[in-house]
């Protein structure tokens, strides 16, 4: 039973006005089989969080810990942290010339799984998962984000998502870019994973418009990087209705 703990977690970025706290003691634990949302305003903190879960340079950690199953997350390198279990979308958003997306997802299985995934079954579970995602068969030849849309990095991220089978899942705005035929395909595939390995789903949103396809559990609202209300799924439908102006209004009047 996998569980990301994230303790007090206080990050730092660097400016050019010099060194700006972003996170102020973020508290959230997400086991194995739960949805949790993460929502707020732009500029609250939340894709910082998602990118210090993924170990991105920029950003430092002043405070806390990030620990999976008790292990520090935090001491280990973006590899090791997917070899651990985590799945990070944002971990590989460049173009990688010269890398179809077949290798690509053939290579990242085999380094999260320590061997080669067997080559019949690979290539069937590729075929299988890209019909799901309703790709063309086409797209496993074309050299990885290289000229891909919104809609087709989003599927090519769920499609890593099929595959990979990662214990918890960090999801940032996963919902951006997407038209309604599209956010439910892809949705679809959160859904299927989640049913399919039970997987842990850390979904950052500011809109509440993915809640109604990938329903979660719990939800947290973010405002100036820290989880200012939490609640069930109820909480989302009264953000939908009521928006963040309220968490900003108390934000702004105690600074
Ligand atoms: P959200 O995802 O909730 O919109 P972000 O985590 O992207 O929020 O940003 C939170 C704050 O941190 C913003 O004020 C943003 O300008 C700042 N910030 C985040 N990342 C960087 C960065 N790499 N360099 C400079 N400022 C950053
Ligand atoms: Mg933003
Ligand atoms: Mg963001």
Redesign the pocket.
């Known amino acids: 039973m996998s569980v990301l703990e994230i303790r007090d977690l206080h990050v730092t970025?660097e400016?050019d006005a010099g060194t700006?706290p972003?996170l102020n003691g973020v508290t959230l634990t997400i086991r194995k089989g739960e949805t949790h949302a993460i929502m707020?305003p732009?500029?609250?903190?939340?894709?910082?969080l998602a990118y210090t879960i993924a170990g991105h340079p920029?950003y430092t950690v002043t405070g806390g810990t990030i620990t999976l199953d008790g292990e520090d997350v935090l001491a280990m390198t973006v590899d090791e942290r997917a070899r651990a279990g985590l799945f990070l979308a944002m971990q590989y958003p460049v173009e990688i010339p010269g890398v179809t997306v077949t290798n690509f997802l053939r290579t990242a299985k085999t380094a999260i799984d320590g061997e080669a995934p067997a080559i019949r079954s690979w290539t069937k579970d590729v075929k299988h998962s890209m019909k799901n995602l309703r790709m063309d068969p086409k797209f496993a030849q074309r050299n990885v984000n290289e000229g891909f849309s919104g809609g087709e990095k989003k599927r090519h991220e769920i499609l890593q998502l099929e595959l990979l089978k990662p214990q918890i899942a960090v999801l940032d705005e996963t919902d951006s870019g997407l038209d309604v035929d599209a956010l439910k395909i892809v949705s679809e595939g959160v859904n299927r994973a989640k049913a399919d390995t039970d997987l842990g789903v850390l979904l950052i949103t500011h809109y509440t418009r993915i809640l109604r396809y990938i329903h979660p559990d719990f939800v947290h609202v973010?405002v100036a990087g820290k989880i200012v209300e939490e609640g069930g799924p109820e909480l989302s439908v009264r953000l939908e209705d009521e928006g963040y102006d309220r968490f900003l209004d108390a934000s702004t009047s105690s600074e």
């Open positions: 970025v400016t700006t972003i707020g732009n500029g609250s903190g939340k894709s910082t920029k973010m």
